[in-house]
């Protein structure tokens, strides 16, 4: 990507986004993606592969006729119904949901309005699941103007309420197989005024202005990075006028600018900003060039902070580059370089970092501390997630810390794994733990043995099919419960059962809690009347960790092609393969 593309914001207009979008690389991760919507997209869809490239995907965008978004799903000749693709965009505007002659005075019009609206788009929702793919679902944008103005917002009958309505009750259905777009919001941070423009709907039947298409490119491109994985979980910050004002090894713990005045409060808004995100599951750390025992008395004594020792996973601090300090901490964290946004006021400093490692995400604080929250929430890639599954993932970093600084003290690997008191529950995929399943699917390139990667709905199919085990692992030790970390997907043909997807966490590689994960699919794989089980490492750029894996769990190599890919084989007429001595099951729950 070129450092033009790299700084590129969907406030840069759409003039910078279509010069750019000619010269973009077809590189990254393939993702086909199909738009289906009631007006046309022509312009948006020329955006959508250089929104792509900001999360590291190759879209390749297969348009519809607009107006034509039944049709696509429905008639079994449809290029959508022959060869679906992983996603498709569903798409309206206001015009669909309010008749020319609505007025708003007739009481029920609204709430039949609504009902109507609701049915349809979730109805498509239903024949997208049934040929597995992926919806990216489009809310609406409320008129520009409404006939009731400023109270049209508090009005139940208004074209607004409608539109609201809609959205509300669209984003509350969506669940497996759906991601909502708040267009709405999209539509209010930038500007009703900016967002709609009526030439560019008579004109061209397209009910946003020009400069809105790179906002819903990139909002689009987002909601497709969050669903694949291709997202930043760890934002590592400076300390020293980042998260507050001044040098403390100058000027002392009461001298910085942190409790007092304008900047004072902008840096702890700042703070409460990052902890914000912390809660989510986004991972914070500190890389900074200070005395490591000076940082830690900062953070826990400095008076007005916000953030305590326990909100950071880890802390790096000392003289060397920058961009070591992170290999160090992503080394530490077990963490992608990928995966990483490193924030520093430095300009020198985050050029180092750009240079020598251009994987990292980085964010240079160039304007005053009022500025630090919205600059890295433009990070692309940057997705806070939504539940307590996320928290349990920021908490098991920190404890990942802890446990890699204690490893040293013991005599070798086995004394530490025991040291550790692991304890493991191994259950069926459900619709509850079917969106954490699927985002490791999506997003685990390390300890994964094929990298075949599902969306959601594909997944929730899978779950239907009777010839299809899928089992997630939880995994708890003395440090953190550090929640759903592996996954196993299991075929059986005849007497044949074959591993699909075999895949852990980042966070708990090295624990061998993956056997207890193929002891399930054998077992299953026997009840059932197999007596092979069979499991494949298909070679990437990122894998190389888990190339003999099948070998140490005591798997026979039968055959391994040109291109690294290895086929394995486990007997189960004596026995299936053992599970980890290191980890205890505390429940194992079994698929009918």
């Not at 997208?128 to 520009?144: D, K, M, N, S």
């Not at 501390?369 to 806070?384: D, I, K, M, N, Q």
């Not at 190389?544 to 798997?555: H, I, K, N, P, T």
Request: aromatic share 6%; proline share 5%; charged share 25%.
């Amino acid at each position: 990507m070129t450092p033009e593309m790299t700084s590129l914001r969907p406030d840069d207009g759409y003039q910078r986004w279509h010069h750019l979008a000619r010269q973009a690389n077809h590189t990254g991760r393939p993702v086909d993606v199909g738009v289906l919507a009631t007006f046309t997209t022509d312009l948006l869809n020329e955006l959508l592969p250089l929104a792509g490239q900001r999360h590291g995907l190759d879209l390749t965008v297969r348009p519809t006729p607009f107006g034509q978004v039944e049709q696509a799903l429905w008639d079994e000749a449809s290029p959508v119904c022959v060869a679906p693709p992983r996603y498709v965009v569903l798409a309206g505007s206001v015009a669909d949901l309010l008749p020319e002659d609505f007025t708003g005075a007739d009481p029920g019009a609204a709430e039949r309005l609504v009902a109507e609206a609701v049915d349809r788009w979730t109805a498509l929702w239903t024949r997208a699941a049934a040929l597995r793919t992926q919806v990216i679902q489009l809310g609406f944008a409320p008129p520009a103007v409404d006939p009731l103005g400023a109270v049209s917002w508090r009005t139940a009958r208004s074209s607004s309420a409608v539109v609201h309505e809609v959205n509300t009750q669209l984003a509350a259905r969506a669940g497996a197989g759906v991601r909502f777009v708040d267009v709405a919001r999209l539509a209010a941070h930038v500007g009703l005024s900016r967002w709609w423009d009526a030439r560019c709907w008579y004109r061209v039947r397209q009910p946003f202005a020009m400069d809105a298409l790179p906002w819903l490119a990139a909002a689009i491109a987002e909601a497709i990075a969050v669903d694949a994985g291709a997202t930043r979980r760890c934002v590592v910050v400076d300390l020293d006028n980042t998260l507050w004002g001044g040098v403390v090894g100058q000027d002392g713990l009461d001298g910085i600018v942190l409790r007092d005045g304008p900047d004072g409060e902008a840096y702890r808004d700042f703070q409460r900003y990052l902890r914000g995100l912390a809660s989510h599951g986004i991972v914070l750390a500190v890389c900074s060039k200070n005395d490591p025992e000076l940082a830690e008395q900062a953070i826990a004594q400095a008076p007005g902070m916000v953030l305590r020792r326990s909100d950071f996973a880890a802390l790096q601090c000392g003289w060397e580059p920058k961009s070591r300090q992170l290999l160090s901490l992503a080394r530490r964290l077990r963490l992608g370089l990928d995966a990483m946004v490193f924030v520093d006021d430095n300009p020198a400093e985050c050029a180092e970092v750009a240079a020598a490692l251009p994987e990292v995400a980085v964010v240079h604080l160039s304007g005053g501390p009022s500025t630090f929250p919205a600059a890295v929430a433009s990070v692309p890639g940057l997705a806070p997630g939504r539940g307590a599954a996320d928290t349990e993932r920021a908490r098991s970093y920190a404890a990942l810390a802890k446990a890699e600084e204690l490893r040293g003290q013991f005599r070798d690997i086995a004394e530490h794994l025991r040291s550790l008191d692991m304890r493991a529950t191994t259950t069926t995929v459900d619709r509850s733990t079917l969106p954490r399943v699927a985002e490791l699917v999506g997003k685990t390139n390390q300890f994964n043995l094929t990298t075949r990667r599902r969306s959601e709905a594909e997944l929730a199919a899978m779950l239907d099919d009777g010839s299809t085990f899928a089992a997630c692992l939880r995994l708890r030790d003395r440090f953190a419960d550090h929640g759903l970390v592996g996954v196993v997907l299991a075929t059986i043909d005849g007497d044949m059962a074959e591993l699909d997807t075999l895949l852990l966490s980042c966070r708990v590689i090295g624990r061998t809690a993956e056997r207890n994960l193929v002891a399930e699919a054998g077992r299953w794989a026997r009840a059932r009347g197999a007596r092979r089980l069979v499991g494949r490492y298909i070679p990437t750029e990122r894998n190389s960790l888990v190339r003999d894996l099948y070998g140490e769990l005591g798997f026979r190599l039968c055959h391994e092609s040109a291109d690294g890919v290895r086929t394995y084989e486990y007997r189960l007429d004596d026995g299936v393969p053992p599970p980890s001595p290191y980890v205890t099951s505390t429940e194992v729950v079994h698929a009918d």
